[in-house]
């Protein structure tokens, strides 16, 4: 089993910056590549960001490239969500997610999920 614990959320005005923080426990040799989705009330969970755990090539959903930027630091088994330029938009419930055997866009095919930050952005 892995464990995701998310931090960093918060509001935060229109054109401000947040550093969402999701810190990995247990089996993390099992993972292959840790996602950020997001939940705005009354809508489907949705891809952000997602990077390999082992490497790099991160892939960005359009709505946030530019703005937003995954990173992963394997030392501290954890993964990092900056989030610049942010957007009303963007106010949702952000989700660590970890995958033994991808890093893609799908929310099925993550295995472990963290408990959900809120991030709230006012105009």
């Known amino acids: 089993q892995v464990q995701l614990v998310e931090s960093g959320g918060g509001l935060v005005q229109a054109g401000g910056s947040l550093r969402l923080s999701c810190a990995a426990s247990g089996r993390t040799f099992s993972i292959y590549g840790m996602g950020w989705f997001r939940q705005a009330p009354g809508t489907e969970r949705e891809f952000v960001a997602a990077?390999?755990?082992?490497?790099?090539?991160?892939y960005y959903a359009d709505s946030v490239k530019g703005r937003f930027t995954i990173s992963r630091d394997n030392a501290k088994n954890t993964v990092y969500l900056q989030m610049n330029s942010l957007k009303p938009e963007d106010t949702a419930v952000y989700y660590c997610?970890?995958?033994?055997?991808?890093?893609?866009?799908?929310?099925?095919?993550?295995?472990?999920w963290g408990q959900g930050t809120q991030v709230t952005v006012s105009s």
């Open positions: 990077i390999r755990w082992g490497g790099r090539n991160p």
């Open positions: 997610a970890a995958s033994r055997t991808t890093a893609n866009v799908l929310v099925a095919s993550y295995d472990y």
